[in-house]
């Protein structure tokens, strides 16, 4: 079997939601360490780490997203136009 074309917009659109999903995972990690951290600072700094930790929440996925789609769909695009030139990627599957 052989991969000769990549649908550009379907590849991205998939891709962008991946790197969604991981930019939820790593937005929800840094907003736990940021409560976790901001109760051993000083006085009054739990409400800046709230509002960094629920920043991390919602910014995160929205960039690693839009960055994930922006990338795959130059990747898919140049990825046809060099499997036009020598042939696609061949798979072997059984």
């Known amino acids: ?17 991946l790197y969604a999903l991981l930019g939820f995972v790593i937005g929800a990690c840094i907003s736990l360490f940021s409560l976790v951290g901001s109760s051993f600072g000083p006085r009054g700094s739990g409400a800046m780490g709230a509002l960094f930790g ?19 769909l130059i990747g898919a695009a140049l990825y046809n136009l ?7 990627v061949e798979f072997d599957t059984q």
């Open 1 to 17: 079997m052989v991969i000769r074309r990549v649908g550009v917009l379907s590849f991205a659109k998939v891709t962008g939601l």
């Open 54 to 72: 629920a920043a991390a929440i919602i910014a995160l996925p929205i960039f690693y997203g839009l960055l994930g789609f922006i990338s795959s």
């Open 82 to 88: 060099v499997a036009g030139w020598v042939g696609g």
